[in-house]
């Protein structure tokens, strides 16, 4: 593989879909630029941002004049691209179970905790913000999902049903998750993979917020082979670099976590 | 030998189908009862992924040790495992484009298509056709693949829902020429026939044959890349012996 030049990846803080590649880039062992985006100041609508990615969605990556979004798609790139220890297990079975896996990460387990925590802290922490401006800011989200998405989540327009809903679901992808964990290390077998990287973005949180989020989902009795396998991820170096780019706090102190020790 | 398992010859049963056939590769089908689903599926307990499949409940792909499901997917294993004649591009960026088309496809397109078939296949249908079917009582399916099958079941779909499936369904047509524009064609991706043009294929057919009731005015560079497509001998060996047809598919995007 020819030499490459440095990715310019645009992000937020170092979790959900922003930690995906960012992790997988550290992970590979590639130096990138990074732009942090601030979205809760809705930088990612921004003309400037805009100007980068038109669909106003972050991450985004660029890299040799091509413009890239879809977090998971961008972490499969990276494996792809660059040099350095292999992402994607060689088996086609076993590549075929982490891409399964990441699709229901991607598009069920992940949408569901999320809409539940951008109900309690996202919407509440932006709804401070002048309305009109709000409202300005609203109408110029490019993409027309992402605008119902972002007015559901600002003004509170969840409805008890839906959030119930996506709580229930929550509950059920946990437990499934700890039913798949059976026997091996990682979710795919015995080999790390991308699929690692893109549920610890979305699993690491839960243990956290059981109770702010009264989704007991994740925790040491209920899920102990999920917990174990989180102190395994923690453990990793690249949680660490990854992390310092955080620009508020993650709140959660790795070295505990990757030296937790079960009852 | 690879075995393909169907209920009814969904777009994504097709997908595996068309890519299967144009790799040359044998295989048997299995077909199963829509109305015994969830019995059919206690075949493929012995792993986690077919009862909670996020696409519905089939194709599942059987080769030798492996149960695939989710169509994409299985297109994109039967690439990584026979890899000859390529049906993805060669090079990273090439593969991203593949990804997050399929992204797309199966998050945007699948459900609006599902929608308005399932809606014009089961809306009409004599009340004994939509009796009772074991999978609304099949605890072992997931809760909201049971409720997906009871709303297919009550009746049409509703106005709210019908207007979202066509907006989705305008968005794929103009996805589908401005990848033909970026790309400079013929295929989708470019010069290279592959997956992104089985997997946009399977949905385009029933709009282009105005077979969901709905009228769209497809462009004339989609119109051709369609023709272009339904002519490869593969194709049309395949479509020759199948009708399609659908069942309840992927949800609509909680998030909007």
Same mark, same amino acid.
């Given at each position: 593989?020819?030499?490459?030049?440095?990715?310019?990846?645009?992000?937020?803080? $170092?979790?959900?879909?922003?930690?995906?590649?960012?992790?997988?880039?550290?992970?590979?062992?590639?130096?990138?630029?990074?732009?942090?985006?601030?979205?809760?100041?809705?930088?990612?609508?921004?003309?400037?941002?805009?100007?980068?990615?038109?669909?106003?969605?972050?991450?985004?990556?660029?890299? +040799?004049?091509?413009?890239?979004? !879809?977090?998971?798609?961008?972490?499969?790139?990276?494996?792809?691209?660059?040099?350095?220890?292999?992402?994607?297990? =060689?088996?086609?079975?076993?590549?075929?179970?982490?891409?399964?896996?990441?699709?229901?990460?991607?598009?069920?387990?992940?949408?569901?905790?999320? &809409?539940?925590?951008?109900?309690?802290?996202? *919407?509440?922490?932006?709804?401070?913000?002048?309305?009109?401006?709000?409202?300005?800011?609203?109408?110029?989200? $490019?993409?027309?999902?992402?605008?119902?998405?972002?007015?559901?989540?600002?003004?509170?327009?969840?409805?008890?049903? !839906?959030?119930?809903?996506?709580?229930?679901?929550?509950?059920?992808?946990?437990?499934?998750?700890?039913?798949?964990?059976?026997?091996?290390?990682?979710?795919?077998?015995?080999? @790390?993979?991308?699929?690692?990287?893109?549920?610890?973005?979305?699993?690491?949180?839960?243990?956290?917020?059981?109770?702010?989020?009264?989704?007991?989902?994740?925790? $040491?009795?209920?899920?102990?082979? %999920?917990? !174990?396998?989180?102190?395994?991820?923690?453990?990793?170096?690249?949680?660490?670099?990854?992390?310092?780019?955080?620009?508020?706090?993650? *709140?959660?102190?790795?070295?505990?976590?990757?030296?937790?020790?079960?009852? | 030998?690879?075995?393909?398992?169907?209920?009814?010859?969904?777009?994504?049963?097709?997908?595996?189908?068309?890519?299967?056939?144009?790799?040359?590769?044998?295989?048997?089908?299995?077909?199963?009862?829509?109305?015994?689903?969830?019995?059919?599926?206690?075949?493929?307990?012995?792993?986690?992924?077919? *009862?909670?499949?996020?696409?519905?409940?089939?194709?599942?792909?059987?080769? #030798?040790?492996? %149960?695939?499901?989710?169509?994409?997917?299985?297109?994109?294993?039967?690439?990584?495992?026979? $890899?000859?004649?390529?049906?993805?591009?060669?090079?990273?960026?090439?593969?991203?484009?593949?990804?997050?088309?399929?992204? @797309?496809? #199966?998050?945007?397109?699948?459900?609006?298509?599902?929608?308005?078939?399932?809606?014009?296949?089961?809306?009409?249908?004599?009340?004994?056709?939509?009796?009772?079917?074991?999978?609304?009582?099949?605890?072992?399916?997931?809760?909201?693949?049971?409720?997906?099958?009871?709303?297919?079941?009550? #009746?049409?779909?509703?106005?709210?829902?019908?207007?979202?499936?066509?907006?989705?369904?305008?968005?794929?047509?103009?996805?589908? +020429? =401005?990848?033909?524009?970026?790309?400079?064609?013929?295929?989708?991706?470019?010069?290279?026939?592959?997956?992104?043009?089985?997997?946009?294929?399977?949905?385009?057919?029933?709009?282009?044959?105005?077979?969901?009731?709905?009228?769209?005015?497809? #462009?004339?560079?989609?119109?051709?890349?369609?023709?272009?497509?339904?002519?490869?001998?593969?194709?049309?060996?395949?479509?020759?012996?199948?009708? &399609?047809?659908?069942?309840?598919?992927?949800?609509?995007?909680?998030? *909007?």
């Amino acid at each position: 593989m020819k030499m490459t030049e440095k990715p310019v990846l645009y992000h937020w803080e $170092p979790n959900a879909n922003s930690g995906k590649p960012m992790l997988a880039l550290a992970e590979k062992g590639v130096e990138f630029t990074s732009v942090y985006i601030d979205m809760l100041e809705f930088d990612q609508h921004k003309p400037e941002y805009l100007a980068i990615n038109p669909m106003g969605t972050i991450p985004a990556m660029t890299h +040799e004049g091509h413009l890239l979004n !879809e977090s998971t798609a961008i972490m499969e790139y990276v494996d792809a691209r660059f040099e350095g220890p292999s992402l994607r297990p =060689s088996d086609p079975a076993e590549r075929w179970k982490m891409r399964w896996w990441m699709k229901y990460c991607d598009q069920y387990y992940a949408p569901c905790a999320s &809409m539940v925590a951008w109900d309690l802290f996202t *919407g509440p922490r932006v709804r401070d913000k002048d309305p009109e401006e709000l409202k300005a800011r609203i109408d110029a989200i $490019p993409l027309e999902e992402r605008r119902i998405a972002w007015r559901k989540a600002i003004y509170g327009l969840f409805s008890e049903e !839906e959030l119930a809903e996506s709580r229930r679901r929550v509950m059920e992808a946990s437990a499934l998750f700890e039913a798949n964990l059976e026997g091996h290390d990682w979710i795919v077998g015995n080999t @790390f993979s991308l699929a690692d990287i893109n549920a610890f973005n979305l699993v690491y949180i839960l243990p956290h917020m059981a109770e702010t989020m009264k989704l007991p989902s994740v925790d $040491p009795v209920r899920t102990p082979r %999920t917990m !174990e396998w989180l102190r395994r991820m923690y453990q990793r170096p690249s949680i660490k670099t990854i992390w310092a780019l955080s620009r508020g706090s993650m *709140g959660i102190d790795i070295d505990a976590e990757a030296n937790r020790e079960f009852a | 030998m690879k075995t393909l398992h169907i209920a009814d010859w969904t777009p994504q049963a097709l997908s595996v189908a068309l890519t299967l056939a144009e790799k040359g590769l044998p295989f048997e089908v299995e077909h199963h009862d829509w109305r015994a689903l969830a019995q059919a599926l206690e075949g493929f307990t012995a792993t986690l992924e077919p *009862g909670n499949t996020l696409e519905g409940e089939f194709p599942l792909l059987v080769d #030798g040790d492996a %149960t695939l499901c989710d169509s994409h997917f299985i297109l994109e294993y039967l690439d990584d495992a026979c $890899p000859e004649p390529a049906l993805r591009p060669d090079d990273a960026y090439g593969q991203w484009r593949l990804q997050a088309l399929a992204r @797309f496809l #199966g998050e945007r397109v699948a459900p609006a298509i599902a929608s308005l078939g399932v809606s014009r296949r089961f809306a009409d249908a004599p009340a004994t056709t939509r009796e009772e079917p074991d999978m609304l009582r099949a605890t072992s399916l997931p809760r909201e693949r049971r409720d997906a099958w009871a709303a297919a079941l009550a #009746g049409p779909i509703s106005p709210h829902l019908r207007d979202e499936s066509q907006r989705k369904i305008g968005l794929f047509l103009e996805r589908i +020429e =401005s990848e033909l524009d970026t790309s400079g064609g013929p295929w989708l991706l470019g010069t290279r026939f592959t997956l992104s043009d089985i997997a946009a294929f399977v949905l385009a057919k029933p709009v282009f044959e105005a077979s969901l009731g709905v009228d769209f005015a497809p #462009g004339a560079r989609a119109a051709r890349w369609f023709e272009q497509v339904a002519g490869r001998a593969a194709v049309a060996s395949v479509l020759a012996d199948q009708t &399609m047809a659908f069942l309840p598919g992927p949800e609509h995007a909680r998030w *909007g």
